[in-house]
């Protein structure tokens, strides 16, 4: 491993380390998680570039780390819609909206329980989306999988808001980024990429399994541990970084000219 790729992934881990390990940020990164992303994003964009310029790391048509980048800052604007101010203007809306939707599903009245806690919100948006999005920055072009669950999950969770509008004929947040942002952000990364790619369908369907298969584990692991109390919920947070470093694993072959 190059010695910048080494930095890079020092800097990852230092980073997940100060988010995660409790260090008495816990209460302020609950309600303020979103906004850390939000305020990061110019710094990350202009950090980014210059740690690539000055490490000479190769450059390949497309540039998958530019386009991975791009999912990256795309989903940090998606939260801000999410959890920081929806187009309503509410703060922390999905939050709200989505302990509703499940209670309303399994016919709880009792407006007091919220299985869906602010915690989980920030462990599922730090690991399944920035944890992610770090790794297929860092991965690319030399494995591409994390890039292609990145995309996956761009587009699942485009169309899951997309679903549940349809079905409730109501606005929810993340809406307009999901159609104005994923769902066009997807499509343009397969349009660059899809050339340039050994396996290519192959990449973009376990990408697309594997964020069907997030949804799954992010709402069933949801359920067990904060509905049924089947298990507690750190092992709930536990499962959630497994599978994000799963994509490490499996299909490890890269682009191809």
């Not at 390990?21 to 305020?39: A, N, R, S, T």
């Not at 990061?40 to 950090?47: D, E, T």
């Not at 009245?109 to 948006?125: A, C, G, R, Y």
């Not at 509905?227 to 497994?242: C, D, F």
Request: hydrophobic fraction near 55%; charged fraction near 10%.
């Amino acid at each position: 491993m190059k010695k910048g790729e080494n930095l890079l992934l020092g800097t990852i881990l230092l980073l997940f380390f100060m988010l995660w390990f409790p260090l008495g940020q816990h209460e302020f990164l609950i309600d303020h998680w979103m906004k850390i992303g939000v305020y990061a994003a110019p710094f990350l964009l202009i950090g980014s570039f210059s740690f690539w310029k000055e490490n000479e790391l190769p450059m390949v048509t497309p540039n998958f780390r530019i386009i991975a980048l791009m999912m990256l800052l795309a989903y940090i604007m998606h939260q801000f819609e999410e959890h920081w101010i929806d187009l309503c203007g509410n703060y922390y809306a999905f939050y709200a909206h989505n302990n509703n939707f499940i209670r309303s599903v399994l016919g709880e009245t009792d407006t007091s329980i919220n299985p869906l806690s602010k915690t989980s919100v920030f462990v599922i948006n730090t690991s399944l989306v920035w944890l992610l999005g770090f790794l297929s920055i860092w991965r690319s072009p030399k494995q591409l999988f994390p890039f292609f669950a990145m995309a996956g999950i761009i587009l699942v969770n485009g169309l899951v808001h997309v679903l549940s509008t349809l079905v409730n004929w109501e606005y929810n947040p993340g809406l307009f980024t999901s159609v104005v942002v994923f769902i066009p952000l997807y499509f343009w990364t397969l349009r660059q990429t899809r050339n340039y790619v050994g396996d290519y369908k192959a990449h973009v369907f376990y990408g697309l399994i594997w964020a069907f298969q997030e949804h799954v584990i992010m709402v069933g692991g949801l359920l067990l541990a904060n509905w049924y109390h089947v298990i507690p919920e750190y092992l709930y947070w536990i499962a959630l970084v497994i599978w994000t470093i799963v994509p490490l694993a499996i299909l490890r072959k890269g682009h191809s000219n």
